[in-house]
Each structure stands twice: as C-alpha cells, then as structure tokens.
C-alpha cells in the first residue's frame, strides 16, 4: 500500500514537471503575441469606457496622442479617470500573482529536493529551474489581470505594454537560462563513461556558450520588440567585430576547432601510445591548444591540435596483437634434408606448451596461426621465414615471448647440427687441397688446352 503510494506521488510530480515545463514553452512561443494582441484590446475597451465617461459627464478632457510622450498629466490622469475599486483590483490581483508566485517556486523547491533524493537529478534541476520564472510569470498575470479595470492614456497604455512584454520574455529567457543545466548535466553523463580529460573540460564551454547565447538573443529580442531598437546595425557592427577577432586569432582558433575535432573523432584517447612526425610515446595530455607526447627516451613534446587533424596518427595503443616477422638464416652448404628439419624444428618450438598459447589468438572470426616456410634465397644464406601474432598486445609479455622462442631455437639448432648464416665472403685459394683452382693461361698463337 505504501508503495503504490509512493509510486503515485511520484507520477504525480513527474506530470507536475513535464506540465509546468509545457506551459513555460507555451508561453514562450506566445509571448509576443499575448502581451500585445491580448493586452491592447482591453486597454482599448478601457480607453472607450473612458470616452464614454467623458461624453456623459460633459467633461473637455482631450486625450493625448498615441505617440505623444508620458508626462506628469497623463500619470496625474490615472488617478482621476479611475475609481477606488479599479484600484483595489489592481492591487488584489497584483498580490495574488505574487502570492501565488511563492507558493508555487516553494513547492517547486520541495519536489525537486525530493527528485535529488531519488537520483532524478535532471528532473530535479528542470522543475528547480522552473521556479523562479514561474513566480516571475504570476506575477506578471497578476499585473495584466489588474490593469485591466483600469483606465490610461494610450501613452501609458503603450508603456504598460511594453512593461508587461519585457517581463515575459525576462520569464521566458530566465527559464531557458535555467535548464541550460540540464543539458550540462546530461553532457557530464557521456563524458564520464571516457577517460580523456578534453571532453570534461568541453563540457563548462558549452554551457557557457549556450547562455552567453540565451544572454544576447534576450537582449536582442526585447531591444527590437520592447525598446523599438533596430537591431540591424548592431547586428552589423558584431559582424565586423566578428571578422576582425577572427583575422587576429586565427591560429588560435585552428588549434581550438583541432581540438573538437580530437574530441569527437577520437584518433586517441589519453595514455594511448601514439607515433606522430617520428615521435613515439604515450599521449599526456589533451588540451584546447595542443597535446603533449611523453617520448620513450623521456623527452616532453608539445604538438598542435592543428596539426594532428591534418597529418596521420599511428595509434599503437589500439592494436589488438604485436605481430612478429623474423627470418632465420642458415648457411648455403646446409643440406636438403637439415633444410627440411630445419622447418620443422620452428615449427615444433611454437607448438610446445609456454610458447604456443599467446600465438594462437583470433581476430574476429578468423584463426591466425603461426606461419614457417622456406621463404627465399639471400645472397649469403638461405632464409626461413618465421611469421606470428602475439595477444594480448602487451609489449614487454611479447618481449619475455620472443626471448623464450630464440634460446630454444638456438638450443634446437646446436642439437641437429644446424649452423646459422651471416654476412661472409668465400675465396678459393689456389694451394688450397679441399678445393683445388685449375689455372690455364692461354699463350699466344697457341689454341687453349682441353
């Protein structure tokens, strides 16, 4: 019973955020529209409510021009034209939007402090974001709704409306401010899961760009629908501004677009060891401007993000084995039948127990077994060639591997006779029993000697 009581109230605050965040996007797409065609009607019915006024009473008040300027006679006006009552509505209705407004941002307070305790942070932010726009916007009813009893000069008229549609959008852009959070939040989730450290210094960049750009937007809006400002040459003058930052800064900015493009294409991530221009080593660090090598001889190399985007990467701490190639030399007077054994004694010592199981791996589907063959003839040796994968790519298993394979191919070796190739020169020596050199020197007028 307590559970499903629970899991009610739970429902309930979840269609209280999804429903407070609906009317909030609602009223941001009406705003303009509410607060000039809604408002002006009923100040204009006020308006010949006032006329009509005049006319019975036998009053010769002329009303100012709709485009002359407030002065103190059209305040002063407010509280002539208007009776007791329009004012005590005013006043009821302006207090009842800021009751409200409280009561509302409280409650909004307390279930996303509930939200925050059952781990539904994004929620929890989106229905705390909501509060202070939406105290904002009852207010603001509170006004609308009270200045509709009374009457004004179309001045004061225009000058309410103005009022009212500035704060509006000061509502509607206060809440996009707001849940701009949420989208930092939802950001830091994905970044979590990667161990590079550029994308968590990414993500405080975007949520500053995005409100810097909720920020100007605002302004922009309320300076041509509010203040009747043409924002055409400010727009103008921020775009030579614009070309003039970028002219100066234009590495900079290269370097900065480099290092995006590491984010989202991710050629490596932090600790790969990588070789870019010769330079061999794990990758220190990532930063908006360059990234840093640590070298295997120790060395610190600092590399703009520019120029890793536009020049290939090797990334050897992705590869999924180290594979070997090496070629076994023997000598030319070696046999045909130690050539034979030859092949078979390699390929005998990478089966044996110890040896053959870091070699024998697959990728993907496919089985990569060891390969031995009597692969050519050098110049000074016969060659095999001796060609495998070892997994995991672990390079110092790989290397303890290798130095197991040699002791016991050289052991093999010395045991069937088999001697090992090296670069050498043979000369055949005239005196020389084992092989004899038969000279002819061919005389002159006489034929050469069988």
């Known amino acids: 019973m307590i559970d499903a009581r629970r899991t009610s109230r739970r429902r309930l605050r979840q269609c209280g955020s999804t429903l407070i965040l609906a009317l909030a996007l609602l009223v941001g797409a009406a705003a303009p529209s509410w607060a000039q065609s809604a408002l002006l009607p009923v100040l204009g019915q006020q308006a010949a409510k ?16 709709a485009r002359a300027g407030i002065n103190g006679q059209a305040f002063a006006r407010l509280f002539t034209q208007n009776r ?53 916007a009852l207010v603001t009813a509170g006004i609308y709704l009270g200045l509709a009893r009374i009457v004004m000069d179309p001045p004061v008229r ?11 959008y000061i509502a509607v852009f206060w809440f996009a401010y707001n849940i701009i959070t949420v989208v930092e939040i939802t950001l830091k989730r994905i970044t979590a899961r990667t161990e590079t450290k550029l994308d968590d210094m990414v993500v405080p960049l975007i949520r500053k760009t995005l409100r810097l750009f909720v920020i100007i937007f605002a302004v922009l809006l309320i300076a041509e629908n509010v203040f009747r400002q043409n924002i055409a040459t400010w727009l103008a003058g921020l775009g030579i501004a614009g070309i003039a930052v970028s002219l100066a800064a234009q590495d900079s900015l290269k370097n900065l677009i480099g290092s995006i493009t590491i984010l989202f294409d991710r050629p490596f991530k932090l600790g790969d060891r990588i070789v870019f221009s010769g330079f061999d080593g794990p990758v220190e660090e990532i930063g908006f401007r360059s990234i840093k090598i640590r070298t295997l001889t120790g060395h610190l190399v600092t590399v703009p993000n520019s120029k890793v985007v536009n020049e290939a990467v090797e990334n050897i701490g992705v590869r999924g084995y180290i594979r070997r190639l090496m070629n076994v030399t023997i000598t030319y007077d070696t046999p045909r039948v130690k050539i034979a054994a030859a092949i078979e004694i390699v390929r005998g010592i990478l089966e044996e127990e110890g040896i053959r199981e870091p070699i024998h791996g697959k990728i993907g589907n496919d089985e990569y077994p060891p390969r031995v063959y009597f692969s050519d003839y050098n110049a000074d040796s016969l060659n095999i060639m001796v060609l495998y994968w070892f997994f995991p790519p672990n390079y110092w298993d790989y290397m303890d591997h290798a130095q197991r394979f040699n002791l016991r191919l050289f052991e093999e070796f010395e045991k069937a006779g088999i001697e090992f190739a090296f670069p050498t020169q043979t000369l055949f020596l005239a005196g020389d029993p084992n092989r004899k050199l038969s000279l002819d020197v061919n005389r002159d007028g006489e034929p050469p000697r069988p």
């Open 50 to 65: 006032e006329a009509h006024a005049q006319a019975a009473g036998g009053a010769a008040v002329q009303a100012a021009p």
């Open 84 to 136: 007791p009552v329009s004012w005590l509505f005013l006043v009821f209705f302006l207090l009842a939007g800021l009751g409200l407004g409280r009561l509302l941002a409280f409650l909004l307070t307390k279930i996303a402090v509930r939200l925050r305790a059952s781990n539904s942070e994004l929620r929890a932010e989106l229905t705390e974001g909501a509060g202070g726009p939406a105290n904002l």
């Open 158 to 168: 225009s000058f309410a409306t103005d009022v009212i549609t500035l704060l509006v």
